[in-house]
């Protein structure tokens, strides 16, 4: 064995013998006003409490919150077969925690804990692939789970990607601070985990068959499009953007709205069947998502869905013009256009209502870049990131408030030729 390959061997050994994280989940929030806030979950990151509630992620100062009322996490599920895995792993027996953890899967996919579980059989019988993709699938369940990120940077590990190892490892700490992962991210210390390469910007998996081609050809025009929004937006994801090509899944070349694709996390998702170039739609496509992946790492997920959604359309290319024309004949036809309703998710809404809530969401983003340019724009997606609520980071970043906004918005639609 090389010198680099038992070096390897002794750190992976290291790794796997820290014990996994359990860190607790708050659900209930109590302010020092004794004001009581219910979320599906919450966690503490720097100085600011950031709680989810209906899909929508906020944040408050810490100095704010009274105490943090915590559930038991994801790794207290007492499936029987779950329960054989962990005995098997516990025992040394990797092999034989594989069937039970498939089994407890088998009656519900959508168990993290099985999930984690069978990676954690993988990582140990040095099957760095398998534990990535039981991985990535509870990532797609729950990318909150500071255990899956801990377990993804043992298989990136294990797989000889310490810089990814790395990333993993920050993020878990990120969601909840645990010894035992700040030892597995300071076992990564040098020699292991040498600086990032400035390329290494994306990191590629596939969904289904394996098209390496293809993925060249989207991580290259992905590449340029990172380059134009750090420059324009003065700042870059804060780890490399995770793309997956989903090659069993059919792209459609003509335009569909932009809603149909789904909520991006921060991970691209592409639908990759029958791609043969770089055509109009899938640039646009990647343009769109990867704006996406921008504001989900500036904002740790702290954005209104109008900003999200406006900001996308906006980098991506799309007609401000044609979005004010809709959001003018709604106001004529007597319809209510208010930003501050459009915080929530889209998903929900029917296909009339969706086309409105996009419009509207590119048209006011346009008319905030009119007011304070792509620096402001930055400032606010600072703001957001930093835990405030948008009724204080639009006056923090603009100098106006919410009702401010929307009157002078609706203002100049209404002295517009899309009038």
């Known amino acids: 064995m090389t010198a680099m390959g038992s070096r390897g061997s002794l750190v992976l050994a290291a790794l796997l013998s820290l014990a996994p994280t359990n860190s607790a989940r708050a659900d209930t929030i109590t302010l020092n006003n004794g004001r009581v806030i219910e979320a599906d979950r919450a ?6 409490v950031l709680y989810e509630r209906n899909g929508a992620v906020v944040g408050l100062p810490r100095s704010l919150v ?3 009322e915590a559930t038991p996490s994801h790794s207290d599920s007492r499936d029987p077969d779950l329960l054989q895995a962990r005995d098997r792993l516990a025992a040394g ?3 034989a925690a594989v069937p039970f953890a498939r089994a407890a899967l088998g009656r519900d996919p959508r168990s993290i804990p099985a999930l984690q579980a069978l990676a954690r059989a993988f990582v140990l019988l040095g099957d760095a692939v398998g534990a990535v993709d039981a991985l990535d699938r509870a990532l797609r369940l729950d990318d909150r789970d500071p255990e899956t990120h801990s377990l993804m940077g043992d298989a990136l590990a294990a797989g ?3 810089a990814g190892a790395a990333d993993a490892y ?5 969601l909840g601070a645990d010894p035992a992962v700040r030892a597995k991210l300071e076992a990564l210390s040098p020699p292991l985990a040498p600086n990032r390469p400035a390329g290494a910007q994306f990191r590629l998996r596939f969904d289904g068959s394996v098209n390496q081609p293809l993925g060249t050809l989207v991580l290259g025009a992905l590449g340029e499009v990172q380059a134009e929004y750090t420059r324009r937006l003065g700042f870059a994801p804060d780890g490399p953007v995770s793309v997956v090509l989903q090659t069993e899944a059919d792209f459609e070349e003509s335009p569909v709205p932009g809603w149909a694709g789904g909520v991006n996390d921060g991970t691209i998702r592409i639908p990759a069947r029958g791609i043969e170039g770089l055509s109009p739609r899938l640039v646009a496509l990647l343009r769109h998502e990867l704006a996406h992946s921008f504001l989900a790492s500036r904002t740790r997920g702290n954005c209104p869905t109008w900003i999200q959604e406006g900001v996308a ?3 991506e290319g799309r007609d401000p013009g044609r979005a004010d024309a809709v959001v003018a004949a709604a106001l004529r036809s007597g319809s209510s256009v208010s930003l501050a309703a459009l915080e929530g998710p889209f998903e929900a809404l029917g296909t009339r209502e969706a086309t409105l809530a996009y419009a509207a969401s590119l048209s006011g983003i346009v008319h905030a870049l009119r007011l304070g340019g792509e620096a402001g724009l930055g400032r606010l997606l600072t703001a957001l990131g930093d835990g405030l609520p948008s009724e204080e980071a639009l006056p923090s970043a603009l100098g106006l408030s919410y009702s401010e906004l929307q009157q002078g918005w609706l203002e100049r639609l209404r002295s517009s030729s899309a009038w």
């Open 313 to 315: 359309q906006w980098l």
């Open 43 to 48: 966690w503490i990151e720097g100085n600011q």
């Open 93 to 95: 027996d990797a092999r």
């Open 170 to 174: 920050k993020r878990s700490l990120a």
């Open 66 to 68: 009274r105490s943090l």
């Open 160 to 162: 000889r990607d310490p």
